[in-house]
């Protein structure tokens, strides 16, 4: 049997760069709450990323219901079901209403034509899903959310390192999340951070990460914990370094599968973005008329040692957790439905070989 090809392997730096950047550590005694390298780190990120601030958390689940209450959002938040599992938890864990819009097929992002039909009284937010690194119609969503007076949030978690017409994606709306979890793009092992304008919301988010301490005396908020750590932290300051030179190897994976499957009838590709610099996060591709379903080609690659990914599926408005909750209703989201039942994403990280994707391929086509 070959080898196994898992649908997505962590980055590391080399374990001496690693090493190195902890050393400091050992010297400080200092772990955790806003160290050297979580400082480093946030500086580091504003830079890359051209935005003004950068504040880290645990992971980016943590951070997506640390700026719905940091934005005291109460009410209903439209958004999209053609994502993870944490997007609709996290609006559902603090206390909103999540109410859903469908996507548009060709970027599976919110589709901005079907919005305004869903703000009640009750609206407060949008929250915009960027899927696979498709980057959403934020122009669109946001001129709906000024003649609503309505807070935009993206999740962002695909789409680290996108930029569209040269602007990156952390500068839109309200706020924007990323996830550093293992398996993004760039990862600190478990992390996520808060991308935002305004200075204002520093101190909320830092009050809600840190129990609303100020100091040792002084506890003027009710906040949580969600703070990230130094040896976290310090993957991130390494895994930095060398992005860039990652980006390029999957945009070499992306090229050859493209070249492998591009044209073939009844599999659609995910469509380049005009002006979108591309983070090559995923490589969905929709079985639609082809001689196999999806379910088909995916057990097939697994009889071949290969994990792809069903991904987006189940769609979130269809979890069991959610089950004869009013408003949860995949029928109701037909493009998303569609969309789930057909799409795999395939094996993509940097590194992955030719041979490799060449078997991935010569079974899919076989
Ligand atoms: C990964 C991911 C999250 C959650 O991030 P974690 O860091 O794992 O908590 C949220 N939304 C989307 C779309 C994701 O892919």
Same mark, same amino acid.
């Given at each position: 049997?070959?080898?196994?090809?898992?649908?997505?392997?962590?980055?590391?730096?080399?374990?001496?760069?690693?090493?190195?950047?902890?050393?400091?550590?050992?010297?400080?005694?200092?772990?955790?709450?806003?160290?050297?390298?979580?400082?480093?780190?946030?500086?580091?990120?504003?830079?890359?990323?051209?935005?003004?601030?950068?504040?880290?958390?645990?992971?980016?689940?943590?951070?997506?219901?640390?700026?719905?209450?940091?934005?005291?959002?109460?009410?209903?938040?439209?958004?999209?079901?053609?994502?993870?599992?944490?997007?609709?938890?996290?609006?559902?864990?603090?206390?909103?209403?999540?109410?859903?819009?469908?996507?548009?097929?060709?970027?599976?992002?919110?589709?901005?034509?079907?919005?305004?039909?869903?703000?009640?009284?009750?609206?407060?937010?949008?929250?915009?899903?960027?899927?696979?690194?498709?980057?959403?119609?934020?122009?669109?969503?946001?001129?709906?959310?000024?003649?609503?007076?309505?807070?935009?949030?993206?999740?962002?978690?695909?789409?680290?390192?996108?930029?569209?017409?040269?602007?990156?994606?952390?500068?839109?709306?309200?706020?924007?999340?990323?996830?550093?979890?293992?398996?993004?793009?760039?990862?600190?092992?478990?992390?996520?951070?808060?991308?935002?304008?305004?200075?204002?919301?520093?101190?909320?988010?830092?009050?809600?990460?840190?129990?609303?301490?100020?100091?040792?005396?002084? *506890?003027? @908020?009710? &906040?949580?914990?969600?703070?990230?750590? =130094?040896?976290? %932290?310090?993957? +991130?300051?390494? $895994?930095?370094?060398?992005?860039?030179?990652?980006?390029?190897?999957?945009?070499?994976?992306?090229?050859?599968?493209?070249?492998?499957?591009?044209?073939?009838?009844?599999?659609?590709?995910?469509?380049?973005?005009?002006?979108?610099?591309?983070?090559?996060?995923?490589?969905? *591709?929709? @079985?639609? &008329?082809?001689?196999?379903?999806?379910? =088909?080609?995916? %057990?097939?690659? +697994?009889?071949? $040692?290969?994990?792809?990914?069903?991904?987006?599926?189940?769609?979130?408005?269809?979890?069991?957790?959610?089950?004869?909750?009013?408003?949860?209703?995949?029928?109701?989201?037909?493009?998303?439905?569609?969309?789930?039942?057909?799409?795999?994403?395939?094996?993509?990280?940097?590194?992955?070989?030719?041979?490799?994707?060449?078997?991935?391929?010569?079974?899919?086509?076989?």
């Amino acid at each position: 049997m070959s080898e196994i090809i898992n649908v997505t392997r962590s980055s590391l730096p080399e374990f001496d760069e690693y090493c190195a950047e902890i050393r400091g550590i050992w010297d400080s005694h200092w772990l955790t709450n806003m160290g050297e390298k979580h400082e480093k780190l946030e500086r580091a990120l504003e830079d890359y990323l051209g935005v003004p601030h950068v504040s880290l958390l645990t992971n980016g689940h943590l951070a997506l219901e640390t700026i719905l209450q940091a934005l005291e959002l109460h009410g209903e938040i439209i958004t999209s079901p053609f994502t993870f599992a944490s997007t609709t938890h996290a609006i559902v864990r603090c206390g909103c209403t999540p109410v859903f819009c469908d996507v548009d097929p060709v970027t599976y992002t919110m589709d901005p034509a079907k919005i305004e039909a869903l703000i009640t009284d009750r609206t407060v937010a949008i929250l915009p899903i960027h899927v696979y690194g498709n980057l959403c119609d934020t122009e669109a969503i946001e001129r709906i959310a000024k003649a609503h007076g309505l807070k935009v949030v993206y999740d962002a978690a695909h789409a680290f390192g996108v930029t569209k017409d040269g602007v990156s994606s952390a500068c839109f709306g309200d706020a924007s999340m990323f996830s550093f979890h293992a398996t993004k793009v760039f990862n600190t092992i478990e992390g996520g951070a808060l991308c935002y304008q305004g200075d204002a919301l520093r101190q909320r988010i830092s009050d809600l990460k840190n129990f609303g301490i100020h100091g040792p005396e002084e *506890v003027p @908020f009710v &906040g949580g914990n969600a703070k990230m750590n =130094e040896f976290c %932290a310090a993957m +991130g300051l390494c $895994n930095l370094r060398h992005l860039d030179e990652w980006l390029a190897e999957r945009r070499a994976v992306v090229e050859h599968y493209r070249a492998r499957l591009g044209g073939v009838p009844g599999l659609k590709l995910n469509a380049p973005q005009p002006g979108v610099r591309s983070n090559y996060a995923y490589f969905p *591709v929709v @079985f639609d &008329g082809y001689r196999y379903t999806r379910d =088909e080609v995916f %057990a097939r690659l +697994g009889e071949h $040692n290969i994990v792809a990914r069903k991904y987006f599926y189940p769609i979130t408005n269809s979890f069991d957790c959610y089950r004869g909750r009013p408003g949860f209703d995949p029928d109701a989201t037909p493009v998303a439905k569609y969309m789930g039942e057909r799409v795999l994403t395939l094996p993509l990280y940097a590194g992955l070989s030719p041979e490799d994707v060449d078997r991935i391929c010569d079974i899919i086509l076989s």
